[in-house]
């Protein structure tokens, strides 16, 4: 039980009827379009099961309350509120930054229009505190809390994410404290509210909470890894993607704040107009170029051994607490299997 | 103290100092749209008092608290949670509705566009949230609970809204339900959120939140029955402007549903097309000929009387359970504020 796939299968199977019951509850428009976005319909409303995503973070949830030597089930409410809120953001983003699919299928925008979408996605974030608060639970009110402040740090994520756009020059500890907040937020949430929902002592809570925090700044080291130097064929993406779109990644933030001809030539490419598909845009032979000067600026090197410390220091503060052997085994394997891919 | 403008002045000079110690914990990119939206700031960051609306909410949630005998200071988190709630729908229903102008200011949307107005909106909405729990009082797990239920609700009326503007036929009960979701919910929520937070007996907190409901729906057949014979030099809108827009309101669905040559012609004029500055647009004299026809068919007239038999459910619900007198006449005032206008 304690290898990823089996985590994850796991939470899957515990989760999808809570959160099936809990989307019930919605308006017609909205129930309609969230159980399309999470795979279980068709557009015209037909039963389908289409992929809905890993999951991650119930499975988190669930591990974070056995962790602690309380039943799954105690986390429940916790995982279907977790997964509601990361769909909540995924439903808005998709609007905000156009994107037309999702896992091969169209997103709900792009389907019912921008506030079908706004809706939805509101009705998906008030949803996640009323499952948990209507547990009657008295650790729901510290885990409703910890769901709300984590859903400010997700917003300023976003936020953070859409001005990098529109900026010519970021710190790397911008791009780290931006990955921390979209990405690492709800992860670390997610890892901790299980033990939360549980009435675990404080410092288990922590360090089960850093443990999330630290897997997500690794993940997102080694996701911008892969938008520039990933091989296609394992990533989905377009080889030197976030090259195209001229995403200031950790890796390329890391290249431009070093000193050296480099970061200059760097530095001028990233202010050079021309987006995808628009005049400017830069040829293969130009692409390679860039990540060839984000690689001798040390960007790769830089950006690998951060995510492996990053992880060591993840690793460590789930050794550093009590826990359920087999449950800190699972937690493990997850966060691995999170931030492991082919790079 | 108990007349409306005292009890709004009151709870606004209480209210606005912790809704700004709140908006100051959000990133600096909501924040500064949020104290802008609220009236606090211009656009460049001046401090500035725009108007920034009755802000009826707190002072209900002020006075819910007053009335089951505890100090106003225990709803205050109340009072900022359901301003923020009812500003977040602001926020999202401005962009979605595409108006450019909010209390002659332009709106959130049109300065900084979409992505920012839905990322402030999500803000506004997750901190809500986080006030109440933040207090750390053992009421605010069900203080929560009734905010996080009454959103779906007010996502709920938002969604029928849209839909209704697509449908050729509307129930005279899927429009109550409609304001009772869209207006009644969170007036509701705020009657009532202060009486929660105080830990008063279930029943007296129905009741204020019976009373919170009716003074909704009362509030939205005055204001149908002003968006087609209102004065404009009183309402601030364009003689017929529910009309123009062909909105299937209270009084028009009631008429619709009559059996009669009235309202078959009322029916054939819904189904026309022409919006406001297209082709097809109503000229004044076909405009005050619909207004005839509504009113022929028992359109106004029964608007107006359900508006007042619903405020006698609300004041007696008010009269039904024990009170402190004070805060309940500022209670009665205030509904019929809200609700007594020109017509």
Same mark, same amino acid.
């Given at each position: 039980m304690s290898t990823a796939p089996a985590c994850l299968s796991h939470g899957r199977v515990t989760v999808t009827p809570a959160l099936r019951a809990a989307v019930d509850r919605l308006d017609h428009r909205s129930r309609h379009q969230a159980a399309y976005h999470f795979g279980w319909i068709t557009v015209g409303g037909a039963p389908t099961s289409a992929d809905a995503g890993k999951a991650v973070r119930p499975a988190l949830a669930l591990l974070s309350a056995e962790a602690v !030597?309380?039943?799954?089930?105690?986390?429940?409410?916790?995982? %279907?509120?977790?997964?509601?809120?990361?769909?909540? =953001?995924?439903?808005?983003?998709?609007?905000?930054?156009?994107?037309?699919?999702?896992?091969?299928?169209?997103? %709900?925008?792009?389907?019912? !229009?921008?506030?079908?979408?706004?809706?939805?996605?509101?009705?998906?974030?008030?949803?996640?505190?009323?499952?948990?608060?209507?547990?009657?639970?008295?650790?729901?009110?510290?885990?409703?809390?910890?769901?709300?402040?984590?859903?400010?740090?997700?917003?300023?994520g976003?936020?953070?994410?859409?001005?990098?756009?529109?900026?010519?020059?970021?710190?790397?500890?911008?791009?780290?404290?931006?990955?921390?907040?979209?990405?690492?937020?709800?992860? =670390?949430?997610?890892?901790?509210?299980?033990?939360?929902?549980?009435?675990?002592?404080?410092?288990?809570?922590?360090?089960l909470a850093l443990y999330g925090d630290q897997v997500g700044v690794a993940f997102q080291l080694v996701d911008d890894v892969l938008g520039i130097w990933g091989d296609p064929a394992v990533t989905g993406k377009p080889v030197h993607s976030d090259l195209r779109s001229r995403k200031k990644s950790l890796p390329v933030s890391h290249a431009l704040n070093q000193d050296g001809p480099l970061s200059d030539e760097l530095a001028a490419w990233l202010t050079t107009p021309g987006e995808p598909g628009e005049p !400017?845009?830069?040829?293969?032979?130009?692409?390679?170029?860039?990540?060839?000067?984000?690689?001798?600026?040390?960007?790769?090197?830089?950006?690998?051994?951060?995510?492996?410390?990053?992880?060591?220091?993840?690793?460590?503060?789930?050794? !550093?607490?009590?826990?359920?052997?087999?449950?800190?085994?699972?937690?493990?394997?997850?966060?691995?299997?999170?931030?492991?891919?082919?790079?």
């Amino acid at each position: 039980m304690s290898t990823a796939p089996a985590c994850l299968s796991h939470g899957r199977v515990t989760v999808t009827p809570a959160l099936r019951a809990a989307v019930d509850r919605l308006d017609h428009r909205s129930r309609h379009q969230a159980a399309y976005h999470f795979g279980w319909i068709t557009v015209g409303g037909a039963p389908t099961s289409a992929d809905a995503g890993k999951a991650v973070r119930p499975a988190l949830a669930l591990l974070s309350a056995e962790a602690v !030597g309380a039943p799954p089930e105690v986390a429940l409410p916790g995982a %279907v509120a977790v997964e509601l809120v990361h769909n909540f =953001s995924l439903v808005h983003d998709d609007l905000m930054d156009g994107d037309e699919e999702r896992r091969h299928r169209r997103t %709900v925008w792009k389907l019912w !229009g921008p506030s079908s979408a706004i809706l939805t996605g509101d009705a998906m974030l008030a949803l996640a505190q009323e499952v948990l608060l209507d547990t009657g639970l008295p650790t729901a009110a510290p885990a409703a809390r910890l769901l709300a402040r984590t859903t400010r740090h997700l917003i300023r994520g976003q936020v953070q994410d859409l001005s990098f756009e529109q900026r010519s020059h970021v710190t790397v500890e911008e791009c780290i404290d931006m990955a921390a907040c979209k990405t690492g937020a709800l992860l =670390s949430a997610s890892a901790a509210i299980g033990a939360v929902l549980a009435g675990a002592p404080e410092a288990t809570v922590a360090a089960l909470a850093l443990y999330g925090d630290q897997v997500g700044v690794a993940f997102q080291l080694v996701d911008d890894v892969l938008g520039i130097w990933g091989d296609p064929a394992v990533t989905g993406k377009p080889v030197h993607s976030d090259l195209r779109s001229r995403k200031k990644s950790l890796p390329v933030s890391h290249a431009l704040n070093q000193d050296g001809p480099l970061s200059d030539e760097l530095a001028a490419w990233l202010t050079t107009p021309g987006e995808p598909g628009e005049p !400017g845009e830069l040829g293969e032979e130009e692409l390679r170029r860039v990540a060839d000067l984000i690689e001798g600026a040390g960007g790769r090197d830089w950006a690998l051994a951060e995510a492996t410390r990053r992880m060591a220091l993840a690793e460590d503060a789930l050794r !550093g607490v009590k826990l359920d052997a087999g449950a800190r085994d699972g937690l493990l394997a997850l966060g691995r299997f999170v931030v492991d891919r082919e790079v």
